[in-house]
């Protein structure tokens, strides 16, 4: 079964300080997301800022919207007022939570998860429940959690690392027992934050156990450290051999385009970034024009990125051979000293390495005007 994403980029990233989402904005963000066929959207909080708006652009796209409502009748009746597909409930799990932000017992708050997940049903809306902190909460409540859901009738299961205190593992065991405690009744979602830089590990790690969806935001986008990457997620999981509901081919381009849009930096970021797949060392490029897989963890067209080989002065001999060999040249000695020379100049007075096709042109040139 493939990896579901709900994409929360709209909803997390209005949290952020100094991220403005207006309309035009959220809706250019909506049409990314709907070019990657990532297909089910948090829109946002209504009870705070109901961006019905931002609704109806997404159902004009095709996409599946969610709602996000506190435990709290109120919550729910804000939600659906801006008629989304879904409703997601959310509760506090871990103890700490429950005494110092919701003021219940455990039993209390799962009578409210389980009365607000049926009246937004009621109201003509699917719902899913949200267990939050749930990487800090005690197993068997989680377990007690998860059985609510169901029962009442929601659509999934998310187990939101909050603090993003949790770790691979357990982030693992965590997931496993509450797939445990539900069996294939109901799927079980995965909500990372990235505040201990683990986000990407721990959704995959999720996966591995058992979850069959990943909460995520273009660029990481949330508050704090930030969400799941849904690029790294997609990326990741994807060379691990599973399936994801995303369209790769266009992936990397489309995400920068977004992020543009609300106008977040993704230059030095993992898949995003130029630079992950600039090769300048002259170790590196030297064995990557024979086999591009020897220094790269994944092939960055497949994504919709492009590799960049780069020859400047640090370029040794073993680059230049290769150029050699690429344009049909014997790699003598002193063809090879010719080359590695002009590259070294062309880059000095350039202030700059050169790309591929520019270096092989220097060497070419260098070659030719040789006695």
């Known amino acids: ?26 809706k250019r963000v909506l049409d990314g997301l709907a070019h990657i066929a990532v297909n089910r959207v948090e829109v946002a909080f209504p009870r705070a800022e109901p961006r019905e708006a931002l609704f109806r652009h997404a159902d004009s796209l095709g996409l599946q919207t969610a709602a996000l409502a506190r435990a709290v009748p109120a919550d729910v009746d804000a939600a659906l007022e801006v008629d989304p597909d879904e409703i997601e409930v959310i509760v506090n799990a871990s103890d700490v939570q429950l005494e110092h932000a919701l003021g219940k017992s455990r039993e209390a708050s799962l009578d409210l ?37 169901r029962d009442a009738g929601g659509r999934h299961i998310t187990l939101a690392d909050t603090t ?20 294939d009744d109901i799927g079980v979602t995965i909500h990372p934050h990235n505040d201990m830089g683990v986000a990407t590990a721990n959704a995959v790690a999720a996966v591995a156990a058992g979850a069959d969806g990943v909460d995520a935001t273009i660029g990481g986008v949330g508050e704090r450290a930030g969400n799941a990457p849904l690029e790294e997620v997609a990326v990741l999981a994807t060379e691990r051999g599973n399936e994801v509901t995303a369209e790769l081919a266009e992936l990397v381009p489309t995400c920068r385009d977004m992020l543009d ?15 992950g797949y600039r090769h300048e060392s002259g170790l590196h490029t030297a064995a990557m024009l024979r086999e591009p897989r020897t220094y790269e963890p994944f092939t960055p067209d497949r994504y919709g990125a492009e590799r960049q080989l780069l020859f400047g002065r640090g370029t040794g001999r073993g680059a230049v051979r290769a150029l050699l060999d690429a344009t049909g040249y014997e790699a003598c000695d002193e063809r090879v000293t010719r080359g590695r020379d002009a590259i070294r100049m062309a880059a000095t007075e350039r202030d700059g390495p050169l790309n591929k096709e520019t270096a092989k042109a220097v060497v070419v040139a260098a070659v030719e005007e040789s006695p």
């Open 1 to 26: 079964m493939p990896i579901e994403f709900k994409d929360l980029t709209l909803r997390e990233g209005s949290q952020v300080p100094g991220v403005e989402i207006d309309d035009k904005a959220g």
């Open 113 to 149: 998860l389980r009365e607000n997940i049926k009246r937004a049903i009621k109201g003509g809306v699917e719902a899913g429940g949200t267990l939050m902190d749930a990487m800090r909460a005690d197993t068997e409540h989680l377990r007690a959690g998860a059985q609510v859901i």
């Open 164 to 183: 993003g205190a949790g770790d691979p593992e357990t982030v693992r065991d965590t997931t496993a027992a509450v797939v445990d405690a539900v069996g």
């Open 261 to 275: 849009v609300l106008d977040v930096d993704y230059e030095g970021t993992p898949v995003l970034g130029e630079e």
